[in-house]
């Protein structure tokens, strides 16, 4: 691919700070990252970047969950063999929250075990080497954004991952 992605081992760092942006600037970083691979694999990615509110970001680890809903769509576009492979990534915001919304349209999430993907070590993928790692600390690290939050929905023709986040300068008292 011949950009590097810091690995999750990274979010263990000690001493890492949280720095002011907007969700939307994290987008652009995690298309740069995939574009050549998203091309290579015929998937059209589209971005609508709405939200300007700024929050406190983990940066590193907030790209990188990006990277791994997007990346799990992609599997799910070659497991199901999906042609036109769309991809869309939208933000905008709420009154005290920016949101974003991953989607995608390689089928969705069976009912039977939408409950569980983010669990611990959950996943269809063992064969091809999935840990079943992505979803839940994708999560944990979206609630250590002031208790953010992470979930899904199946929409028409595919899945849809939403990520809330409260801005900066609502912070609670500490
Ligand atoms: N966009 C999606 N469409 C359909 N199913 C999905 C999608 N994203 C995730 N899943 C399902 O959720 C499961 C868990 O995802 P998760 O990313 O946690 O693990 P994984 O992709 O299997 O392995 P890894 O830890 O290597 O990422 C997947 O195995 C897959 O079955
Ligand atoms: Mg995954």
Redesign the pocket.
């Known amino acids: 691919m011949g950009k590097i992605i810091s690995n999750f081992s990274d979010f263990y760092r000690p001493n890492k700070q949280q720095e002011e942006d907007t969700l939307s600037e994290s987008a652009f970083q995690a298309y740069w990252l995939l574009e050549e691979s998203l091309l290579s694999q015929n998937i059209d990615l589209h971005l609508e970047l709405g939200s300007k509110n700024r929050v406190m970001l983990f940066k590193n680890e907030f790209v990188q969950v990006l990277v ?2 997007i ?3 992609r ?2 576009f070659e ?1 199901k063999g999906i042609v036109d492979a769309q991809i869309s990534i939208k933000s905008y915001d709420m009154q005290n929250i920016a949101v974003m919304e991953i989607s ?1 349209n ?5 009912e039977e ?1 939408v409950d ?4 611990p070590y ?5 064969d ?11 999560k944990n690290i979206i609630k250590q954004h002031k208790g953010g939050k992470l979930y ?1 929905e199946n929409i028409q023709g ?2 849809k ?1 939403n990520i809330e986040i409260g801005i900066s300068g609502e912070e609670d008292e500490k």
């Open positions: 791994n809903i990346n799990n769509a599997e799910q497991e995608d390689a089928g969705g999430i069976d075990i569980k993907i983010f669990d959950f996943s269809t993928k063992f091809k080497n999935g840990t079943g790692l992505g979803l839940h600390m994708s899904v595919g899945a991952f």
